[in-house]
Structures are given as C-alpha cells and as structure tokens.
C-alpha cells in the first residue's frame, strides 16, 4: 500500500477539516445515518466535495481510471471504504465489470442481487441520485470458476425425488425452508463476518455488502434497530430472492445470470473438470415441448451436417429453425479453460464437447484453452446446437444442398491439443466456415500450424513464436551424425596360436550419416537443394532428420543469448510455408531478435568467398585432426557417397553455392571471379562438414531469421509483438529496423512493430501504423495504442 499513499489527506486537509467537524470522527463513516434527515445531505456532499480536492483525487477522472487500473480487486475494494467518490468510482469503473463466481452459494447471492435492482450509490447518497448505477448494467465479464453438473443431471434422472421441496435436494444443493426468511440479524447478519463470506468469492457481490456495513458500522451489537429502514427493507428483499432462487441448479443458476445482465459480453468457464457436461435438455433450442425430451430421454441422435446430404429436409423445418435461432441471446466471447493433468503438467485432459456450447446462444468469439480437441468436439447437432445453414444449391436442377457451420467469427486456441487422424482437419474445415479470425497460442504441437488451411474464410492470422514446440525443440549429440568402421579382423585361431599383444588398437573411421548443422547445409536445406529426409544406410527402419542442431552448438547460442526460435527455425520453414498468405494478414506476437540479423543467401556466399580470397590465418578444428583418418575419409569404400572424398549432400551444396555466386559476379569487385577454380581449390569437408567449428554454423540464426521474413512478405499485412517490453529490448533506430526488416520490406506489404505492452516501434507502408515522432532525433520513440 505504500504505492497508495499519495491517496491520503494532506496536512493542510487535516487542518482544515478538524475546524469544521468533531475530532471523534476521522473516518467518513455513515453509522449515525438514521439520524439524518433528507434535507441534510449537504453535509456529506460538502465533505466530498472537501474530499475530491485533495491528493491524488484533484486529479481529472481520466487519469485517476488509470492509476486504479493497475491495482488488483483486493486493494479497489479497501478503497471503496475511504470515501463516496472513490466508492462510486471503482464500483462503477472496476468491481462489477469483472465478476468472479466461485461456488454455487456465490452464484445465488449474485443472483439475488442482480435481480434486486441494487444501486451501487444508494447506499451513500441516501436517495437515489442521478449517478447511480444499477449493478446489472455495469457487469461485462462473468468468470465461473470450476462450473459444477452433478445437480443438474441428477434433476431430470429417475432418481430425482419428486415428493416436494420439504426434503433433501440432492446433488449439493441449498434447501431453506417453506417461508420466506424474514429478516433477522442470526439468520443474516450484518457485521463484518458477512463481508468476509462475500469477500471470499471474489465477485462484485462484495460491495453490496460494503454499501451495507456503511450504513451500518453500528452493527456489531447485532440490533436490528441499530439498522436504517432502508437496509433492512434491502436484506428482506435478498433474503426473499434467495429463497426463491435456492432450488436452482447450478447451471439454472448460470444462465438466469447470464440472461439478467444486458451489457454481458464475455463468458468465461475456467477450471472446467473432465468430468463437466451441460445436459441437453438446457440446450437454447429447448421450446419446452415432449418431442425435445424425448429426443434427449429416448437418445435419439439428432441431424448433423452429413443427414443434410442424405434425407431430403422440408421447408417448414427450416423456417422453424431460422426463427428459433435468430431469436436466441448473443455474446460477443465464449471463453472455456480447462484444467491440466496434474502428474504431467502442460498437459491438457478436458475434452471438448459440442454439449458445453449449446446453451449460450449464438457467440461471435469462441476461446478454448487448455482443451482436447477430437472429432467428437466439431459434431453439429443442429437440433441442439446453434448453428449456421446455409443453401449450396448450384443449378436449378440440382436438389437442394444444405451445410451447417458454426456462427463463430473468431477463433483462438490456447494450449489446446489437437488430436489428429480420422479426418479431423476435414471437420475443421467444415465446423469453422465463417471464422475469419484465428489466433494459435502457446501451440503443443507445431503441426498444428497446418490448422491455418482448415478456415477458408481466413482473413487474420495470430501465431505464438514463444511456444513450447518452436523453443524446446529436439537436440542431439554429436555421435548422431557419425558411423563407427571398425576394420579389425575377427580372430578365428585356435587357443594353442600365441598372438602377439599391443597397446594400440587399429584406427576407427568416423563417417558422416546425414548433412550435419552447418551453415552452408542448413542453407541448402531451406532453399530446397536437400532433402529432408534422409535414410540411414545401415539400418532400413531407421530415419535421421538433417541439420538437427547439437549440444554443444545450442550452448554455444545461448552463450550469445540467440534465441531458440531463430537457430531451430529450418525444423519448422516447411510447416510456416503451408500457412495461406493471399490476402491474409499475420500478426506474429512473442518473438525476439536479440543479436540476429538476416544475412540472405548471396551474402552469406560472398561471407565466404572473401574470407577464402583473403587468405585467413584460421585454425579450422576438425573432428579428428589426424592426416590417417583424412585419408581414410578419402579412400573409402564405394558404397558409401559415389563421388570419391565428398558426401552425397556436398554436391546439392554445390549447386547452390554455384547459383548464389553467378549472382555475386555481376557485382564490380568479383566480376573476375573464376567459379570453377574457386569450387576446384575449395575444402570442402572443413567448410561444409565440420559442424565443430564454430565459424561453420555461427550464421544458421542469421540464414534462419531470412528465410522467415521472406516468407513473411508474401502476406497482405504483418504485425510484429516483441517477446519484451521496450526497456528490455535492443535499442534500434529507424535506420537498424529497416536492416533487420529489410526481407519484408517493399510497396505493398505493411508492417508494424510494437513490443510487449502494445508501443509502436517501427511502422511502414500505412498511415494508421504507429505515430510520427516530432523533432530531429531519428530514435524511434514508441507511442502507446
């Protein structure tokens, strides 16, 4: 709190206020408001006025919003006792926008309260004021955490009792009594105790209390007639709507919330169980009629996107489903979190299912985190779920052909696994016909890249470079590239032969199985001139990916503090390549460029070519430095590469270095370049096999991050999110953005780079990107959103 003691009175304030009331009341306190009468509210109003023109209150609303805004719920809602102004705004601006519901009891006090028009200024202004607010108009978000089912499968089971409510509610439910419970202090009370109960759920609910308890400090004696007429006509009236909304269940509870409160837009489910299910019969196309029952007792499976294309649907039908679905409530965000396997983290265990959506109406942005995502998640019962259908009828003379697809328009996956095979990425394609908005966040799986061609609507492209797939990827050790030749002869003498013993043993050949990680071959690996699959000659069953990076040169990147993306980026330029980039605007957020800039195929061959021209006094530290083991690389057997001293790969290096080299000539400085001597006089083995060097691979992250900007210019727009906050980054002019863009830059690809809080860093090619710093300075300064 010491961050919030500019929030306190002022010296002079102190002074001045004590002329003007008794000492006895340093606090703002309202527990002697029974005793004021409606036409001495220009007390309190003069105190706040008094109140307003002190510390950090003197400052405009604008401002003090965000100040407050970075404070958690706990600090806004002790603010909320230090004066009216700041009550009304933190009530109105901060608690109900947010509402966290924690258990069922949570969930019938919010309700109870939303239902009685509660006013979050009632309570100090004594009347009701033009600035009031009702607390179900200020809600926007509803967070239910860890939603619960057992009472709502058990309510329409044959096991439900049906003698009447005097009995026990079974599936965890609250049972009160016959009569409504008057109000009385031991039944509800008053005192603190009751704000703590409510400040335990973490919702908005709290601060009817708070309002309460200013109302009536007075209370601790637990005399009702210490209360005002106003606060025990308000508990009445909760205890009333609690009683009538006690036999709910929990997801009757939910939806009578969420139908209540009209500014709702967001909808969060988090910590969602396994075992969580909505029953049907809560569905938003439930009419109440015994034909919708049955469907769900009788099990009878309902129509889906494929009965479309066999049965032949009547006209009536349809009108009676376009008018049932536009009818029903809209959202603007769904969002479902589940939880995660608590042995093996990360790990996601609550699948998806068509059931957890078909209550809510129709929702623009559907929000899955931590979910499974199989066939059995993109059914479409169109009975049950609302969903889009739409007529593909072609010709005239074609039958009528009708799709169903899903009415979200945006979608985003966070740490969702994807479970692959039985043509999941056809139902994807199906499922979401209308999103034009995907974002894939913290991906498991970086085949899931491969979801992007499954959204033919796709205009918006979001993808998480910082997760687990793209920065924990698969090292080896260095004996993964090497084969063992042992050419010792087995000894077939008899035990009387007296062989003769030696310390040394026979040389052992090291061969090269597969192109190891040098520059050079990572180079020639993305711009196609290798293949990425690679057989291993000894064994037919067994298959080594190329250019897989090593211990020892991944601890060299982190020792010059190179990103994992960056140096692993050619096990993944395939799957980035597959992405669609006609008309597709991408937004690649988390991702950092320290100490990396993209070096393009030809400079890195003239990198080469002039360190080879100029004679450089280097050591180049083989595997095996030993002129035997050189030789027998020389003089090795047939089967192995054809061509006598060089590997299979060298040749597809080759062409490549030759193709980035006639290039080179036509620049005035090489144009006497002689190509053929050059590759003649060239080691080979030391410049694109010995991965051991540290000059030979030095260069893959630069090689990497070029090749990814390429790819990126083909989009329509791009957007770039640093993985820091701009303290933390490396400092760039203008000058040095253009050199690191350089690849994406040209007419009609926009681009615009923020760091992580959302400051523009570096625009181009729009207008609407960023702002333009006034003055002389060519230091990008950042501008906020």
């Known amino acids: ?40 509210g220009t007390c309190c109003k003069t105190e706040i006025q008094i109140c307003e023109e002190s510390g950090l209150l003197k400052l405009p609303e604008k401002i003090l919003l965000m100040i407050l805004e970075d404070l958690d719920n706990e600090t806004l809602t002790r603010l909320c006792l230090v004066n009216s102004f700041l009550y009304r ?103 603190p105790d009751s704000k703590k109960s409510e400040s335990d759920t973490n919702l908005g609910t709290k601060n009817a209390v708070h309002s309460t308890n200013h109302s009536s400090q007075s209370s601790h004696s637990n005399h009702t007639s210490k209360l005002s007429k106003k606060t025990i006509a308000f508990l009445e009236t909760l205890n009333k709507l609690e009683y009538k909304y006690s036999h709910y269940t929990y997801i009757e509870l939910m939806l009578d919330i969420i139908d209540y409160l009209p500014n709702l837009s967001h909808i969060i489910m988090s910590k969602v169980e396994p075992n969580f299910k909505i029953p049907l019969w809560y569905s938003a196309f439930n009419d109440g009629s015994k034909d919708f029952f049955r ?15 066999t049965f032949q649907v009547s006209q009536q039908f349809l009108n009676d489903y376009e008018r049932k679905f536009y009818s029903l409530q809209r959202f603007r965000t769904l969002e479902i979190q589940g939880i995660s396997d608590p042995v093996t983290k990360n790990k996601p265990i609550v699948p998806l299912r068509y059931n957890m959506l078909c209550c809510f109406g129709i929702v623009n942005e559907l929000i899955l985190d931590n979910l499974i995502i199989d066939i059995e ?103 993964y590239y090497y084969k063992e030749i042992n050419e010792q002869e087995p000894f077939d003498e008899d035990d009387t032969t007296s062989v003769a013993e030696t310390l040394l043993d026979k040389p052992v050949r090291h061969i090269l199985q597969v192109p190891p990680p040098t520059t050079a071959t990572v180079l020639s690996l993305n711009l196609n ?41 050619h096990y993944h330029k395939k799957l980035f390549e597959r992405i669609p980039s006609r008309n597709v605007n991408i937004n690649v957020i988390n991702i950092p460029f320290t100490n990396v ?41 047939a089967e192995e590469p054809s061509r006598e001293g060089h590997y299979l790969w060298d040749d597809a290096i080759l ?109 181009y090619g729009s207008s609407s990107f960023g702002q333009k710093k006034k003055g002389n300075s060519n230091i990008v300064t950042p501008s906020r959103i």
């Open 1 to 40: 709190m010491r961050r919030l003691q500019l929030l306190g009175k002022s010296k002079n304030f102190l002074k001045s206020s004590n002329k003007h009331k008794d000492p006895s009341q340093a606090e703002p306190l309202i527990d002697n408001s029974q005793d004021i009468k409606d036409g001495e």
């Open 89 to 191: 705004i933190i009530t109105d601006n901060f608690l109900y926008k947010i509402v966290k519901l924690r258990s069922k009891l949570s969930l019938l006090k919010f309700n109870a309260l939303i239902h009685s028009e509660f006013h979050t200024f009632n309570s100090k202004a004594y009347t009701l004021n033009s600035n009031s607010q009702n607390a179900r108009f200020l809600t926007q978000t509803v967070e239910f955490i860890n939603p619960q089912c057992q009472d709502s499968l058990l309510k329409y089971s044959k096991y439900h009792n049906k003698q009447g409510a005097d009995h026990s509610v079974i599936g965890g439910s609250y049972s009160y009594s016959n009569n409504p419970i008057s109000f009385s202090p031991k039944v509800r009370p008053s005192h």
């Open 295 to 309: 469907k769900i007792i009788k099990g009878q499976q309902s129509l889906n996107n494929n009965d479309l294309r």
């Open 377 to 479: 998640s993109l059914d479409t019962p169109m009975e049950f779920l609302p969903l889009y259908i739409r007529n593909e009828q072609k010709t005239a003379s074609q039958k009528e052909l009708y799709d169903l697809h899903s009415t979200y328009n945006t979608l985003t996956l966070r740490e969702c696994h994807v479970v692959p095979g039985n043509g999941i990425l056809r139902l994807f394609h199906t499922y979401f016909q209308g999103v034009t908005n995907v974002s894939l966040l913290n991906l498991t799986s970086k085949f899931d890249l491969l979801l992007c061609n499954c959204f033919p609507a796709l205009k918006d492209l979001t993808i998480d470079c910082n997760s687990r797939c793209f920065t924990h990827t698969s090292l080896v050790s260095d004996d």
């Open 529 to 569: 001139y290798i293949s990425r699959t690679t057989n291993d000659k000894s064994s037919a069953m067994l298959t080594k990916k190329p250019s897989i990076i090593t211990h020892s040169q991944s601890d060299f990147f982190h020792m010059t503090r190179i990103p994992n993306f960056h140096f692993c980026y």
């Open 597 to 637: 800039h993209p070096l393009s195929p030809i400079g890195y061959w003239e990198k080469v070519v002039h360190k080879i021209l100029n004679n450089d006094q280097e050591t180049l530290i083989a595997y095996h430095q030993n002129e035997s083991h050189e030789n027998e690389l020389r003089t090795f057997d």
């Open 655 to 763: 062409d490549c270095m030759k193709g980035c080299l006639i290039q080179l000539k036509k620049k005035p400085e090489y144009k006497d370049l002689d190509i053929e001597s050059f590759i003649q006089n060239l080691d080979i083995d030391n410049n694109f096999n010995n991965f051991q060097n540290y000059q030979n691979f030095v260069d893959i992250p630069n090689v990497n991050l070029y090749c990814f900007l390429k790819q990126l210019s083909k989009f329509r727009s791009v957007k770039i999110q640093l993985l820091r906050k701009w303290l933390f980054c490396t400092p760039r002019t203008r000058y040095d953005w253009e050199l690191l863009l350089k690849p994406v830059l040209n007419v009609r690809v926009p681009i615009e780079v923020r760091e992580k809080d959302g400051y523009v860093l570096y625009s």
